[in-house]
């Protein structure tokens, strides 16, 4: 197993249990992700990676058949991560190469370090947030997400926002917590 693998396996299995958690009522909640409630933070998830054009379908994984989320939430989330953790543990296909998008040409497991282990990290909370859930976030995977945007160019930083993949950077204290770092970056503060 890979470093991304098992990165990717700890915040996942996260997420998952925040998903299972989630009382059915829960489900309609507004989210810390503006407009989105928590069952549409799951389908920003399950609809996104395994989208034609990127991820899943630029290295030919094939998911089979997924359940809208409005019907189940917590099978569509499990089928679209058993497929990103499959192609992970298959190194034949871990190590492929497709081209995805403005990153250019990429190996899978790289795709997903850049992109899905962050965003499903962050909406771990999101989700937990919006659904009253009880959270800890992978202390290890916290220390990298915030040692990464720590080292985000300004340029890359602006273009992340205006591309509206992120909404306005809040300030944050230099010596605040990890959490709250990571989160002023993508614009949410914790509830108080």
């Known amino acids: 197993m890979t470093e991304i693998a098992d990165r990717f396996r700890r915040v996942a299995a ?23 409630t928590a069952r549409d933070v799951v389908r920003h998830l399950v609809e996104w990676i395994p989208g034609p054009g ?3 379908g630029s290295f030919g ?12 939430p917590a099978v569509a989330w499990a089928i679209v991560r058993d497929a990103v ?5 298959e190194p034949a296909v871990a190590t492929s190469t497709a081209e995805c998008g403005p990153l250019g040409e990429l190996t899978f ?8 282990i962050g965003d499903v ?22 220390a990298r997400q915030v040692a990464s945007i720590s080292s985000t160019p300004p340029d890359v930083d602006a273009a992340m926002r205006t591309s509206g993949h992120y909404g306005p950077r809040l300030a944050a204290p230099t010596d605040a917590e990890p959490l709250t770092q990571l989160l002023a970056f993508y614009g949410r503060r914790a509830p108080t």
Not at 61 to 72: A, E, F, Q
Not at 85 to 89: P, T, Y
Not at 123 to 141: I, Q, S, Y
């Open 121 to 142: 990290f962050v909406h771990t909370w999101d989700l937990a947030c919006a659904a009253g859930v009880d959270v800890v976030l992978d202390p290890d995977e916290l």
């Open 61 to 72: 994984i094939d998911t089979g058949p997924i359940p809208t989320v409005d019907d189940d």
């Open 54 to 56: 990127f991820l899943l």
């Open 109 to 116: 497991e790289t795709a997903v370090a850049m992109t899905v």
């Open 14 to 36: 996260d997420f998952t249990l925040v998903v299972d958690a989630v009382d059915g009522h829960a489900w309609s909640n507004p989210s810390p992700c503006a407009g989105w």
């Open 85 to 89: 953790q499959g192609g992970l543990d």
